[in-house]
Every structure is written in C-alpha cells, then in structure tokens.
C-alpha cells in the first residue's frame, strides 16, 4: 500500500527556535498533502492544505506566518513551525492521497511529536 | 459545514467481547466514511472505508461497520475483542466534492483481560 513518511518523529526545541517538519509520498506522486494538528487526547484538525507549486490553503485561525508550508516537489511537503512557543508543543500529522486509490482513501504519516521548552 | 459524532469518548470492555464504537455524521449528501486507528504517538491506519455499494463494510483486524443513509450512521463493530484492539479509533468523513477529511473526536476503545 502506499506510504507516507514524516520525520522526525519527536523534536524537542528552545522557545524560539524554528522547526520543521517534513512529509514524504514515498512510492506515489502527491500534489495535494494535509497538515494536522492534534492535542492530547483530542482529535485531528486540519490545518493547512499544501499544494505542489502553489501556495498552501490555510484553515480559519491558523496562523500563516507561525506555520510555513512548503510543497516544493510531488513527494515533499515541509511545515516549519515559526518563532516555537510552548502553546505550538503538540503532535502534527501529515496525510496525503494516493491518485491509484481515486483520491478518497488518506494515508498518515507517522506524527512529529514538537515539544516546546 | 459537515460535522462527525462520536457519542462515546471512552469505552471499557473486556478482552473477548463484543464492542460498538457509534459515529454520525451530518451531511445529508453524498459522503465517504472511514474509519482508522491509531495507537499511541503514531500515525492513523484505516481500518475500513464505506465509499458506495453495500452498506456492510468488513474492514481489517476482524472489524466491520455499517452505514445506514436514515440514521446518518457509520458504527463500528467487532464481535470478540483483543487486549491489542486498545488504541484511539476516530471516525471521519469526506463529504462529496470535498477534498477535506473531517473527524470526529475519538473513541479511546480499552480492553481489559
């Protein structure tokens, strides 16, 4: 099946710093990925959609220069989480859907646990 | 906007029962309906998806779901539970023409031996 990888899978970071994260399609093109964030014992919100080559589509309330998204090729999307504060301490999820599965079937990456001190 | 209930954010139950974990959903049009799984600091796994056809969908790890149109719903079930079914399962939706996967809060689903 496909997959979709995401590293690192935990990074902790000083208050201020920048992070990223970053989102591989590793045996399909994506030209559409998903950002997800998710506090504890909470579900899944949508953040961001990427596009391969064009701006990404940001949901209500989320703030665009606190989480830069870039689409640069068919397999890579990075999220970069601006100036961390301890509040952006959460677990982000990136999705993206295989053109083989009809565009309906999501597969995850495996989380990034960010950890803000 | 499209919304997805899951009316039970904890559910106990012993290893070797039976299990339903509910979800509704709110969109009166076409929808696609999935379920996944996730265990702890990982990703989701689909555990089944509902897309069109019959309205009984078996899914892996032995789980099934069906969707009923008149009820907008999608409820999960297994007829014999493992110790390993313990994880956070959450029920989404696709609405028709939607590229955007909506979830539901989660089920944190325990079985206890």
């Known amino acids: 099946g496909a997959v979709v990888s995401q590293h690192p899978s935990r990074v902790i970071c000083k208050s201020g710093t920048s992070v990223k994260i970053e989102c591989r399609s590793l045996d399909f093109q994506a030209t559409t990925m998903f950002w997800y964030r998710q506090f504890p014992k909470q579900s899944l919100m949508l953040m961001a959609t990427s596009n391969e080559g064009s701006k990404a589509t940001y949901e209500q309330g989320v703030e665009k220069d606190k989480f830069l998204i870039n689409h640069a090729s068919l397999t890579l999307s990075t999220l970069t989480v601006t100036s961390a504060h301890p509040e952006d301490s959460s677990f982000y999820i990136c999705?993206?859907?295989?053109?083989?599965?009809?565009?309906?079937?999501?597969?995850f990456g495996q989380g990034t646990r960010l950890t803000v001190v | 906007a499209q919304s997805v209930t899951q009316l039970d954010s904890q559910v106990p139950v012993f290893e070797e029962a039976p299990v339903e974990l509910r979800c509704n959903y709110s969109?009166?049009?076409?929808?696609?309906l999935f379920w996944y799984v996730q265990y702890p600091n990982q990703g989701l796994q689909l555990l089944l998806k509902?897309?069109?056809?019959?309205?009984l969908v078996k899914g892996i790890n032995g789980f099934e779901a069906e969707f009923n149109k008149s009820q907008t719903s999608f409820h999960l079930r297994k007829p014999s539970v493992h110790i390993s079914d313990t994880a956070e399962y959450f029920c989404a939706v696709i609405q028709g023409g939607s590229e955007k996967l909506v979830f539901g809060k989660g089920t944190k689903l325990t079985v206890n031996p």
């Open positions: 969109s009166s049009v076409s929808v696609y």
């Open positions: 999705s993206a859907r295989p053109p083989t599965k009809g565009y309906t079937e999501a597969f």
């Open positions: 509902y897309l069109s056809g019959s309205t």
